[in-house]
């Protein structure tokens, strides 16, 4: 079974704060993907990389970078959390050559005070 | 612009009866669509999906349909069940690069299976 792994499932951080969010995954998928979920938004991409060291901007990037070193490893960086960052964010990877499924983390819960 | 929509946010329905989740889309360069359910605090798990040059996917309980002159697709349950009770999501996949893909998602329905 594909695992996606996050590296926290609940986080509270202060306004101004970095957050960084770690994904892990042990299939060697080459795409992997930053969602955040919102009631009545439902899941909005941030980021997504098709490959090490690369990254390309979703529908959301503002107040995001991510950073992709290892195939097995995104992070979604905060760079000044701030309030409306409050979300849950998901991550998510998948097999290159045009397949179709995504598999998810179980999610982080983050609360900016 | 969503460019998937789900325009029920919630829907309740008794156990054993049929449960039918809607989803609409814009693009047309979408091919393949996915259905995705979610439980509280857990991700997103895959439930069952079609391609586009079909117009029915069937999985147990779970049947898919695509009416792609309407750019609508729908999901029924049969008969639901209480541990049906979750989020649901529709997804729109479409070629971004090369052979890499990305899905679009809807917003989400919470359907209530009551006992």
């Known amino acids: 079974d594909v695992k996606v792994t996050q590296s926290s499932r609940y986080l509270v951080k202060r306004t101004g704060e970095k957050v960084f969010l770690e994904c892990v995954q042990d299939m060697d998928h080459e795409n992997m993907f930053w969602y955040r979920q919102d009631p009545g938004l439902g899941l909005r991409l941030i980021y997504f990389s098709y490959d090490v060291k690369m990254k390309e901007k979703g529908d959301i990037p503002e107040g995001y970078s991510v950073s992709r070193e290892k195939k097995e490893r995104f992070s979604l960086i905060l760079e000044s959390a701030s309030t409306n960052q409050t979300s849950m964010y998901l991550c998510?990877?998948?097999?290159?050559?045009?397949?179709?499924?995504?598999?998810f983390g179980p999610g982080t819960r983050l609360t900016v005070t | 612009d969503q460019q998937v929509k789900q325009n029920s946010p919630s829907l309740s329905v008794q156990e054993g009866r049929i449960s039918i989740l809607n989803c609409d889309y814009t693009?047309?360069?979408?091919?393949?669509f996915l259905w995705y359910k979610k439980y509280p605090a857990e991700g997103p798990t895959f439930l069952i999906s079609?391609?586009?040059?079909?117009d029915k996917n069937e999985d147990g309980r779970f049947t898919v349909f695509l009416n792609k002159s309407a750019k609508h697709l729908s999901l029924h349950i049969v008969p639901s069940q209480p541990g049906d009770s979750a989020v649901y999501f529709c997804a729109a996949s479409v070629t971004v690069s090369g052979s890499a893909r990305q899905l679009t998602f809807g917003s989400g329905t919470q359907l209530t299976v009551l006992p």
């Open positions: 998510a990877s998948i097999e290159g050559g045009g397949a179709y499924e995504q598999y």
């Open positions: 079609i391609s586009s040059i079909k």
């Open positions: 693009n047309s360069m979408f091919d393949y």
